[in-house]
Nanobody, 114 residues
Framework: QVQLVESGGGLVQPGGSLRLSCAAS????????MRWYRQAPGKEREFVARITETGGITNYADSVKGRFTMSRDNAKNMIFLQMNSLKPEDTAVYYC???????WGQGTQVTVSS
């Protein structure tokens, strides 16, 4: 059974940092491109970042480029999203995603507020 479980969200002040994790089970992530998405209240889910199978290439949404870093640990079957210089507009539920067909985690809430 494929599962993706996100963790690491929380409340942080503007300018702060958080590190999200996504633990995968039921499949081996080393075979797949992995992605992070987010969904803010009242908005559609949007792409945040993706990483290739070996981690050699990462791509980011323009809104997070230079502030977020996606990584993976294939040995642990996990992916990560390091988020720095957080802004209130980063407030959203963050989801990890894989397509083979498509699976989503349950999401982790990130709230950026003073």
């Amino acid at each position: 059974q494929v599962q993706l479980v996100e963790s690491g969200g929380g409340l942080v002040q503007p300018g702060g940092s958080l590190r999200l994790s996504c633990a995968a089970s039921g499949f081996t992530i080393s075979r797949y491109v992995m992605r992070w998405y987010r969904q803010a209240p009242g908005k559609e889910r949007e792409f945040v970042a993706r990483i290739t199978e070996t981690g050699g290439i990462t791509n980011y949404a323009d809104s997070v480029k230079g502030r977020f870093t996606m990584s993976r640990d294939n040995a642990k079957n996990m992916i990560f999203l390091q988020m720095n210089s957080l802004k209130p507009e980063d407030t959203a539920v963050y989801y990890c995603n894989v397509v083979f067909p498509e699976y989503w985690g349950q999401g982790t809430q990130v709230t950026v507020s003073s």
